[in-house]
């Protein structure tokens, strides 16, 4: 029991589709993070909310999509992506600050 | 932003040796320095942090080493075993916000 779940597992996408990725947290915290892992390189952070307030964007391309309806829930939705696209997001939360991050399994995204 | 240099990406080491994984970060105001092991297909999952206040800290076969002034940061695993071989990563981050800015891994193969 990880305690942050990210749902689907693995997901094939077209470049022409839109898709949703899921992130529960039932760790009573209230900072959220999506962060890109592609091979070779180090984490990437994407998005946080803290408060379920955004408050880093690092440049992501606006086909990345983040919400935030709740402390407990992210969502990043994806539209129109590219092969590049293809990585594993995580999913992260911690108590706001830096503290520890407590990681998702990821979800293995491939856009085809 | 802060930059995080990770050395060496990839190390192999008999069992029952120690490995030595290195860190500098470039932003003086970090003093959050957190390792993380991931496991091929697991999530990222902490095994020791550090503060700025500390110099260093063990916890069983795993220790963590800070020099402030020289802005690096080690990682040292002694009577390694196999079910250490994983990817390492190093990160560096500050408490006035967020972000974690992390190494690119390293990853450590224990030889039986």
């Known amino acids: 029991e990880t305690g942050v779940t990210q749902t689907p597992r693995h997901l094939v996408m077209g470049m022409t589709n839109k898709k949703s990725l899921k992130c529960e947290q039932h760790?009573?915290?209230?900072?959220m993070y999506w962060y890109k892992q592609s091979a070779k390189k180090p984490l990437e952070l994407m998005f946080v909310?803290?408060?379920?307030?955004?408050?880093e964007n690092n440049s992501v391309p606006s086909r990345f999509s983040p919400e935030c309806p709740n402390s407990s829930h992210l969502f990043l939705h994806l539209h129109t992506l590219q092969p590049e696209d293809s990585a594993l997001y995580l999913c992260?939360?911690?108590?706001?600050?830096?503290?520890?991050?407590?990681f998702g399994n990821g979800t293995r995204l491939t856009v085809t | 932003g802060e930059n995080v240099e990770q050395h060496p990406s990839t190390l192999s080491v008999q069992e029952g040796d120690s490995a030595v994984i290195k860190c500098t970060y470039s932003?003086?105001?970090?003093?959050?320095f957190p390792w993380y092991k991931q496991e091929l297909g697991k999530r990222p999952q902490l095994i020791i942090d550090?503060?700025?206040?500390?110099g260093e800290k063990k916890d069983q076969r795993i220790a963590v080493t800070l020099n402030k002034t020289a802005k690096h940061f080690s990682l040292h695993i002694t009577e390694t075993q196999p079910e250490d071989s994983a990817v390492y990563f190093c990160?560096?981050?500050?408490?006035?916000?967020?972000?974690?800015?992390f190494g690119a891994g390293t990853t450590v193969t224990v030889r039986a």
């Open positions: 992260a939360s911690s108590l706001a600050g830096v503290a520890p991050l407590h």
């Open positions: 760790l009573g915290h209230n900072a």
């Open positions: 909310y803290s408060l379920e307030e955004r408050v």
């Open positions: 932003d003086s105001a970090s003093n959050y």
């Open positions: 550090i503060r700025s206040n500390v």
């Open positions: 990160a560096a981050g500050s408490s006035n916000d967020y972000k974690l800015s």
